[in-house]
């Protein structure tokens, strides 16, 4: 089993930057892709990012594409999630997660293992 905190959420405000952090310890297989996903008040978890460590090859949303770069550095067991230009719709609690399989698939049930999620608030 794999344990996996976020970290680097906080209050910005419009155009600024955050690096949001995802440390991972316990049963890691770096072969197996990660991701991030987000959770507004009354809406449903959705995807925003995921990177496969078999290609390099990433995946974004297209609400985030061009804002938001995704990145793994292995040997310290740690993603990242690169978010820049933030707008008020941004606004929501991040999670990392991380699949068994080998593929990017960008809904949430087909994720296995999760961190509690870290806060990021974006005011006009």
């Known amino acids: 089993q794999v344990q996996l905190v976020e970290s680097g959420g906080g209050l910005v405000q419009t155009g600024d930057s955050l690096r949001l952090s995802c440390a991972a310890s316990?049963?890691?297989?770096?072969?197996?892709?990660m991701g991030w996903f987000r959770q507004a008040p009354g809406k449903e978890r959705e995807f925003v990012a995921a990177?496969?460590?078999?290609?390099?090859?990433?995946v974004y949303a297209d609400s985030v594409k061009g804002r938001f770069t995704i990145s793994r550095d292995n040997a310290k067991g740690t993603v990242y999630l690169q978010m820049n230009s933030l707008m008020p719709d941004d606004t929501a609690v991040y999670y990392c997660a991380q699949r068994r399989g080998i593929g990017i698939i960008t809904t949430a049930p087909h994720w296995s293992d999760w961190g509690q999620g870290t806060q990021v608030t974006v005011s006009s």
């Open positions: 316990g049963r890691v297989v770096s072969s197996r892709p």
């Open positions: 990177i496969n460590w078999s290609d390099g090859g990433t």
